[in-house]
């Protein structure tokens, strides 16, 4: 059973940043296929960036340019770096795992419990 446990969340004014990371029980390594979503309140959970078995990476289209995927396989983590946030980039924020490649489709497996994004203007 793969944990997964985000951190790194916080409160932020627009333009700013924050490195959210997403410790595993297990490794992510190049067997698993691993992604960030977000969720505001009264919206769906969507994707928003996800790196595949093959380093392939995917962004959503509001995030290309400003955020940025990665782990350290070495140190079981996944990282997301992001850059010159938001006010609608305002979200819970979680990271997910899975065997298959589900790129920023909500159907991965495993999941965090979370870590609290809020930027304001």
């Known amino acids: 059973q793969e944990q997964l446990q985000e951190s790194g969340g916080g409160s932020v004014q627009a333009g700013g940043s924050l490195r959210l990371s997403c410790a595993a029980s297990?490794?992510?390594?190049?067997?698993?296929?691993v992604g960030w979503f977000r969720q505001a309140p009264g919206k769906e959970r969507e994707g928003v960036a996800a790196i595949d078995i093959g380093d392939s990476t995917w962004y959503a289209d509001s995030v290309k340019g400003r955020f940025t995927i990665s782990r350290d396989n070495a140190k079981v983590t996944l990282y997301l770096q992001m850059n010159s946030l938001k006010s609608e980039d305002t979200a819970m924020y979680y990271c997910?795992?899975?065997?298959?490649?589900?790129?920023?489709?909500?159907?991965?497996?495993?999941w965090g419990q979370g870590t609290q994004v809020t930027v304001s203007s």
């Open positions: 297990k490794y992510i390594g190049t067997n698993r296929c």
């Open positions: 997910a795992a899975d065997r298959v490649n589900w790129w920023l489709l909500p159907s991965y497996t495993y």
